[in-house]
């Protein structure tokens, strides 16, 4: 379960608040790793040029500060909207001056400074207070006019200080704009701790870096980080070039061994594909780092192997997260990319780059081939055929590099499209549907990437849309994955999950359920990336944790999956009342559990009702009849237009089997201590011998046949002495001889008139019947009847259950459906059918993920 952590709201209306927790410990006196506040996961917030591009931008920002932040956590800005475009164009302008050999800046360049320098005072005054904007008006004309000295003089020498303005102005506005409204904020320039090798290498020098960082952080105050500019060890500024800004929060992160960071832009997740172009692209919901990097490395048009870089170290035992989520709509559950255990969701992804080439030489087979390999990172290569693929970039220098060594090479330019997944390079299966939907486009070849987690075309051509849409669909058509949440692991729950490993195996509708939770009443077990079905009972064991309904809720509505099931095979009243919140959050749920089915008539009504608006299916056949099809029956009688009149028979398994079993030999307590061994009574068999069992399942039948009607409209004749009836579960069974008497002395009445006894539900409608007294026309109750042995309802195999359906197509001769009516393996039996007729009906239903931008 998600820990709740605490949030700025807490201090937002007290800047002078902080949390108690930290006030000891000053962070900038200690600067050792010892410092308390290691102890606290950091997380780290990037927020991207389009999250703050205006001051509309900003404010939603603010909130999310407010929402998802703590006062050691940290934030990295990007550059306010195309600030550094602009930055460059003004540089590359001036550039363009000097080659022509102008003197003085030209108009133009002198206009576009101004308009860049109207665009950020109006974001400050827009956001500030009068006083605050009055100080940082001050510092941005400081700015300007430095600018402005540097390029009409050293151009040349101070192009990333230049560059570098659109981070600062950023990064200065937004910790201003924290400490106004929100909390204690300190603005850092990157540049006065973040030191890197050469801005070619964006190598970081992590020790002298992190020490530095640790000088400039305060403690009780909320870091906001320049992203994209360093200093080299000789304090020039540099940048980290093309989405740089990721790259420093991902490093930064390193530095501070985060728990997570987070990359706020204006998509919400990364994609199966690029979805501007493919409208069917599915949101990843969870990214195994090495399946992140390999889509960044092949063109994912959100990640960049870089950024990730800082994150996989296989040498340390801390792992940071990575989060991508949109600015623009924070509620949306974005992307997570991190070292996940066990991957459950197999998710493709398909990617492309064009514009590429296919070198061919000698030189890259044998001994030769790994020093290519190591030189070059190509797109992919095959050292047994003696290729390469690399981007023109790179055309000069291999061209260079081969001429050392005297042999020949050709280029032929080629493009590749790859799909993307966690070990799809061993996947026999995924490679020939690549193969097959690639037929048109006539590869010239497929290879493995450098891990085995992609599967690379190179085409002749390059790729169209209309390519990508197509191999995306075939690789992808199936792909919606689906949770499964067991509540319940007792006797029932117990052989559903013993049967669970098998059914996944063989039955095909169930190809992408995962199962993700386990529940008992005290503890839970929840992993999304899936429990082991072989495990599960002795992985709960080990590793369940104590919960609550609200850590459960919580969970629930912030799962990963396209589609949740929960089974409740639990006999609570309590989970029960869970529905109506699980329904609400478009979950589906199976159950064997009787409480919801047969609770009060407007309990019910809002439960079908919430199930229906949310599309949240709702499958109950084990809760009448365990595994037989007596709720289909009903279902598909109404459903094909017949009406139903009477429903009646033996609904217990337990009273069926204790009636048609007890001959006065052996006492019924025996036999009923003999029920309880073989798991069909309820959990407390008090339940089956009041007819309160029975009496639910008439109630949950006539509901399914159409009626309005609750427990109290069905008389039940209770066969537990009052004396027993309020007693603990166990002093009730050390007390069942008690039972003996009564059902000794009805058992020899009904023989002495050559009659038997049966517990029976009968349920009837009759229009004719409607008075004042009785406006539906309904009679319904549960019983012990007298039947003579012949009777239908007489002669079951114990155990067995009988329903007899009179409707308007049955009038005369009713229809009968009789079977084992409970057990452990027949229930299990009947909720996997419940299950398999879910993920059926739920392969059919529409992909819903939400696209951004798309309607
Ligand atoms: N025995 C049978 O033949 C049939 C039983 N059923 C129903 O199956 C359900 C389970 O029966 P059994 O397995 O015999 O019961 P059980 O008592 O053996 O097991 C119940 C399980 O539910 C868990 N549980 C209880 N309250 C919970 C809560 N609030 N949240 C999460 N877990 C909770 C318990 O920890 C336990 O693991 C009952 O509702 C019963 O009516 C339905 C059809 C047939
Ligand atoms: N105790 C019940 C179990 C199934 O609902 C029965 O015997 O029918």
């Not at 576009?112 to 605050?132: C, F, G, P, R, Y």
């Not at 919400?268 to 692209?281: K, L, M, N, T």
């Not at 033996?650 to 007890?662: A, N, V």
Request: aromatic share 6%.
């Amino acid at each position: 379960m998600k820990q709740e952590s605490s949030t700025l709201s807490k201090v937002n209306n007290d800047s002078s608040i902080v949390n108690n927790e930290f006030i000891e410990h000053d962070f900038v006196a200690q600067g050792t790793a010892e410092n308390k506040l290691a102890k606290h996961a950091i997380q780290v917030h990037k927020f991207g040029g389009s999250s703050l591009a205006t001051s509309e931008c900003i404010k939603r920002v603010l909130e999310i500060i407010r929402a998802n932040c703590q006062l050691n956590d940290i934030v990295v800005v990007s550059a306010n909207g195309k600030t550094t475009d602009s930055l460059f164009a003004i540089y590359s302008l001036v550039e363009r001056t000097i080659a022509e050999q102008e003197k003085q800046l030209s108009d133009e360049i002198t206009a576009a400074i101004s308009v860049l320098a109207q665009s950020q005072a109006q974001l400050i005054t827009e956001l500030l207070n009068a006083n605050n904007s009055k100080q940082l008006l001050c510092q941005l004309d400081k700015d300007i006019s430095q600018l402005t000295t540097w390029l009409a003089a050293d151009i040349a020498q101070h192009k990333n200080d230049i560059l570098a303005f659109g981070e600062v102005w950023s990064a200065r506005l937004f910790s201003a704009l924290l400490n106004e409204q929100v909390c204690p904020s300190n603005f850092i320039d990157a540049r006065d701790f973040l030191v890197i090798d050469n801005e070619q290498s964006g190598l970081v020098d992590n020790a002298t870096s992190a020490a530095q960082l640790r000088q400039r952080r305060q403690f009780g105050k909320l870091a906001v980080i320049t992203g994209y500019i360093s200093q080299d060890s000789r304090g020039t500024s540099c940048t980290l070039g093309r989405n740089g800004s990721d790259y420093s929060a991902t490093i930064i992160a390193a530095l501070v061994a985060a728990s997570n960071v987070t990359l706020w832009t204006d998509v919400d997740g990364i994609y199966s594909a690029d979805p501007r172009v493919v409208p069917s692209a599915r949101k990843l919901h969870r990214l195994p780092n090495g399946v992140a990097k390999e889509l960044g490395r092949l063109g994912n048009p959100v990640l960049h192997a870089k950024t990730l870089l800082p994150l996989i170290n296989p040498l340390s035992e801390h792992h940071t997260h990575l989060h991508v989520a949109s600015s623009f709509d924070a509620q949306v559950i974005g992307t997570e990319i991190g070292k996940f255990g066990q991957i459950a969701k197999q998710e493709l992804s398909v990617t492309y780059l064009n514009d590429l080439l296919l070198a061919q030489s000698v030189s890259f087979t044998g001994d030769c081939a790994a020093k290519a390999r190591a030189e070059f990172a190509p797109i992919c290569m095959d050292d047994q055929q003696g290729f390469m693929v690399i981007t023109q970039a790179q055309q000069k220098s291999l061209s260079h590099w081969l001429a050392s060594h005297d042999v020949e090479i050709t280029f032929k330019p080629v493009a590749i499209i790859a799909t993307v997944g966690h070990r799809v390079a061993e996947r026999g299966d995924i490679k020939a549907r690549f193969k097959r939907s690639l037929k048109t486009a006539k590869p010239l070849q497929l290879v493995g990437g450098d891990n085995s987690h992609s599967v690379i075309a190179i085409l002749p051509e390059p790729c169209s849309i209309e390519l990508l849409n197509k191999v995306h669909h075939e690789m992808t058509k199936d792909a919606r994955h689906i949770g499964l949440v067991v509540a319940g692991m007792g006797n029932i729950g117990e052989r559903f999950l013993s049967l669970l490993p098998a059914q996944l195996n063989n039955v095909y509708a169930l190809e992408n359920l995962h199962l993700v939770g386990l529940l008992s009443s005290k503890k839970a077990l929840i992993n999304n990336d899936g429990i082991d079905v072989n495990q599960a009972t002795s992985l709960f064991a080990q590793q369940a944790i104590a919960y609550d309904n609200d850590q459960l809720i919580s969970w629930l509505t912030q799962h990963p999956y396209d589609e949740l099931i929960v089974v409740d095979i639990t006999p609570s009243e309590d989970f029960s009342l869970l529905y109506e919140r699980i329904f609400a959050l478009g979950i589906h749920i199976i159950g064997a559990n009787k409480w919801a089915a047969s609770s009060s008539t407007q309990a019910y009504n809002k439960l079908v009702n919430t199930a229906d608006s949310h599309n949240s299916l709702w499958l109950g056949n084990t809760t009448v009849g365990a595994g037989l099809p007596i709720n289909y029956a009903i279902d598909d009688l109404r459903q094909s237009g017949d009406s139903i009149s009477e429903l009646s028979g033996i609904f217990s398994g337990t009273l069926s089997w204790l009636f048609e079993t007890y001959d006065g030999s052996v006492k019924f307590s025996t036999l009923l201590l003999n029920a309880l061994a073989q798991g069909i009574t309820e959990p407390d068999p008090r339940e089956d011998l009041s007819g309160r069992d029975v009496q639910r399942k008439l109630l949950i039948l006539a509901r399914k046949a159409g009626f309005e009607l609750a427990l109290e409209d069905i008389d039940c004749q209770n066969l537990v002495p009052e004396a027993l009836q309020r007693l603990s579960l166990e002093d009730f069974l050390s007390r069942a001889n008690e039972l003996d008497d009564y059902f000794a002395s009805a058992l020899s009445e009904a023989t002495s008139k050559a009659a038997c006894i049966r517990y029976v539900a009968r349920f009837q409608y009759n229009a004719n019947a409607i008075t004042g007294n009785n406006p539906a026309g309904i009679s319904a109750k549960v019983s012990l009847e007298v039947l003579p042995k012949n009777d239908p309802f007489a002669n079951l195999i114990p155990g067995d259950n009988i329903f007899k359906i009179n409707s308007r197509w049955y009038q005369d001769n009713p229809l009968i459906i009789q079977g084992p009516g409970a057990g452990r393996d027949v229930t299990a039996g009947g909720l996997h059918s419940d299950l398999v007729k879910i993920c059926q009906q739920l392969a059919h239903k529409q992909n819903q993920v939400k696209i951004k931008g798309m309607s």
